[in-house]
């Protein structure tokens, strides 16, 4: 699976658009980028995930690039209870056992 | 609809003890995992599986035996606890049919000490 980096720490202030980048520059063409996140203590959640076009659900968006080297998570209005650990990772689906690998995330604050 | 239940949710153990933890999901799910995360890092793969019958190791499988003998229960055991084994484990499920179209759904923890 491809390595993914992110950055360790972010501020975001309530009520505004959380934009969470991810590189992913050795991502292969069969692998889909994946975005969860971790609430304090919590297990994690899975938030969306995509392959080449942009998606969006009721919680986030994800923006991929053209390239498809990297991509962002963004929460459209970022509220105190959106505070945890975001992860993106990327991976193949039914190969090898359809393991998701965690890296060290970006560790969210939303700020009132 | 009770997603992934582990059990139990906080354990102590002393050095050299042995106990099993227990994940059982009600989602028909194939593929099931374990994972330990230490405090600061990110999860770490101890053991998966595949299907009913079957299990491989992950990144960190040293120490942990696991066993799939029904679909929906996946138990991961540690046979002599040593202090290193001091994390929170989670457990996932997610479906075959929905590798590319699903999360993985987690269970919440169970938190475990080795003094």
Redo the contacts between chains.
């Keep these: 699976d491809a390595k993914t980096t992110q950055p360790p720490s972010m501020d975001c202030a309530e009520g505004r658009a959380a934009n969470l980048p991810c590189n992913h520059s050795t991502i292969s063409g069969n692998e889909?980028v994946?975005w969860?996140r971790q609430i304090h203590?919590?297990?994690?959640?899975?938030?969306i995930?995509g392959?080449k076009n942009n998606e969006t659900n009721e919680m986030a968006s994800l923006i991929i690039t053209e390239d498809r080297k990297s991509s962002t998570l963004i929460l459209p209005h970022a509220t105190l209870r959106d505070t945890a650990v975001y992860?993106c990772i990327v991976r193949v689906?039914?190969a090898a056992?359809?393991?998701?690998?965690?890296?060290?995330?970006t560790r969210v604050l939303v700020k009132p | 609809n009770a997603g992934v239940t582990q059990t139990p949710k906080f354990r102590v153990l002393k050095t050299g003890q042995s106990m099993t933890l227990l994940c059982a999901q009600d989602m028909n799910h194939e593929y099931m995992y374990w994972y330990r995360q230490d405090p600061g890092m990110g999860l770490r793969l101890i053991h998966y599986s595949v299907g009913e019958g079957t299990t491989a190791k992950g990144e960190v499988p040293d120490g942990y035996n696991v066993s799939r003998l029904k679909k929906q229960n996946f138990l991961l055991g540690l046979e002599s606890a040593a202090p290193s084994q001091t994390s929170v484990y989670f457990c996932a499920s997610t479906t075959r049919q929905g590798a590319s179209n699903y999360g993985y759904t987690f269970g919440s923890g169970t938190r475990l000490t080795v003094v």
């Design positions: 889909y994946y969860y203590s919590q297990g994690p959640q899975y938030i995930h392959l992860y689906g039914l056992g359809n393991k998701l690998t965690f890296g060290g995330g």
